[in-house]
């Protein structure tokens, strides 16, 4: 049977103003960094329903019976505040149950959940993805700073596999090209550091309850996780890899 993920995130929408001489005018495009991780995942079988950035504020789920619908929850390039403030609360001042303890909660029964890295991940760009001081700082398998957390490698930097007798070992080779950047995280003392980045944590993992929890530090997409790494033939592997590795966790 197909392993079902929900990927929150990894989109974005820009705005350009153009200038031309005395005049000046606007563009609006949407963006995605998700289709290659998408795409990599389907060639082992493992369905992902991806939600936009733009809708998690609306649309994420709120109970744990809503997150059962999947296997396995990404989270990736979305801060806390779209998790944290659906419009029912910022535009009506309404409560609203909280999104992040249901999820917390269905990982403690079972579920699986990874949070990979970008600017609005972890604690992120001006630490304005703010996880450090939200629910899932007591699931995730990694401490987070207060503080602006990227790392930025415009030369590159090596993943390396340290726990060599972990399943998800074998799948960090040599031979992965190098990542361009990451979120720098600290392990939990009952964490299992699998991968390194530099002299950072890359793929850490975890048990909360009866779940997993997992985090990829670097991005599923560029500018991080650069088109050679995309185009690698151990990119689907790996993440298809850490994805069956969460799946798991509630039938053990």
């Known amino acids: 049977m197909s392993i079902k993920v929900l990927l929150a995130g990894e989109t974005w929408i820009s705005q350009s103003t153009h200038f031309k001489g005395f005049d000046s005018f606007s ?3 949407y963006h995605s960094g998700a289709d290659a991780y998408i795409a990599a ?11 936009p950035a733009h809708d998690v504020p609306q649309d994420f789920p709120k109970t744990v019976a809503e997150c059962q619908k999947f296997d396995v929850i990404v989270l990736s390039d ?7 403030l659906p419009p029912e609360t910022w535009l009506h001042g309404q409560a609203s149950p909280s999104r992040l303890d249901a999820l917390n909660e269905w990982v403690h029964a079972g ?16 630490a304005r993805a703010n996880f450090a001081r939200s629910p899932l700082a ?15 490698c415009s030369a590159g930097e090596k993943a390396r596999a340290v726990d060599t ?18 979120n720098r995280v ?18 850490a993992t975890g048990s909360y309850g009866s779940g997993r929890t997992l985090v990829w530090t670097s991005d599923i997409g560029p500018h991080w996780c650069p088109q050679e790494f995309l185009d690698w033939s151990g990119f689907a592997p790996l993440m298809a890899g850490m994805i069956t590795h969460l799946a798991n966790g509630a039938s053990e």
């Open 165 to 182: 007798s972990h399943e998800l070992a074998a799948l960090v080779t040599s031979e992965a090209p190098n990542l361009l950047g990451y």
């Open 41 to 51: 995942l389907a060639t082992f079988d493992i369905s992902v329903t991806h939600m």
């Open 111 to 126: 579920g699986g959940l990874m949070m990979a890295g970008g600017y609005l991940s972890f604690q992120g760009f001006q």
């Open 78 to 84: 979305i801060g806390a505040n779209s998790l944290q």
């Open 186 to 203: 600290f392990a939990k003392d009952e964490a299992e550091v699998v991968a390194t980045v530099g002299e950072d944590v890359l793929i």
């Open 27 to 29: 563009s609006v495009t």
């Open 138 to 152: 007591t699931s995730l398998p990694v401490t987070m700073s207060d503080f602006d957390d990227r790392v930025e």
